[in-house]
Nanobody, 118 residues
């Protein structure tokens, strides 16, 4: 599956952004989806994930209560709503897909830059 992330930008601390990730396949609903991020000089880290139906969501401790992952299977799109953004949220954000839960993500989008100014 091909993934296209968008919605990044420059925002002040305390602000919000919504990232989108559009998938190329009609079988989008068969994929577990995740969001990851990579800050300069750091390794890529898990941010959030959502099950095929959208009924289950998972978050890194650092974003719980501030980020919300959701999906619209009719639109082949997964979202990441981010509020109360902090400077430490600055990173390139990637969406990813996998068919089997618990396995490695094997499809990745190109990333979208999020910059939070303090």
């Amino acid at each position: 599956v091909q993934l296209q992330a968008s919605g990044g930008g420059l925002v002040q601390a305390g602000g919000s952004l919504r990232l989108s990730c559009a998938a190329s396949e009609r079988t989008f609903s068969e994929y577990h989806m995740g969001w990851f991020r990579q800050a300069p000089g750091k390794e890529r880290e898990f941010v959030a994930a959502i099950s095929r139906s959208g009924g289950s969501q998972y978050y890194a401790d650092s974003v719980k209560g501030r980020f919300t992952v959701s999906r619209d299977n009719a639109k082949n799109t997964v979202y990441l709503q981010m509020i109360s953004l902090r400077s430490e949220d600055t990173a390139v954000y990637y969406c990813a897909a996998r068919l089997l839960d618990g396995t490695a993500y094997n499809s990745w989008g190109q990333g979208t830059q999020v910059t939070v100014s303090s």
